[in-house]
């Protein structure tokens, strides 16, 4: 019984973390970027990868 439920833990969790990265993807072939969303989101990231290095 208690098998059961850490297995169906363990699907949620798997469909969760799988499932965000796949909705981001489906959602901007439905709604693609404007060019500023684009380039914040580059900026966004150019700025994770400058704290990572001072970490």
Same mark, same amino acid.
């Given at each position: +019984? =208690?098998?059961?439920? $850490? !297995?169906? !833990? @363990?699907? =949620?969790a798997v $469909? $969760?973390? #799988?499932?965000?990265? !796949? +909705?981001?993807r489906? #959602? %901007? &072939?439905?709604?693609? !970027?404007?060019p &500023?969303q *684009?380039?914040?989101?580059?900026f966004l990231? *150019?700025? %994770? %990868? &400058? @704290?990572?290095r #001072? %970490?």
């Amino acid at each position: +019984m =208690a098998l059961t439920y $850490i !297995l169906c !833990l @363990v699907g =949620a969790a798997v $469909i $969760i973390g #799988l499932g965000k990265p !796949l +909705m981001d993807r489906l #959602l %901007r &072939r439905i709604w693609p !970027l404007s060019p &500023r969303q *684009q380039e914040a989101e580059h900026f966004l990231e *150019q700025a %994770r %990868r &400058r @704290v990572d290095r #001072l %970490r």
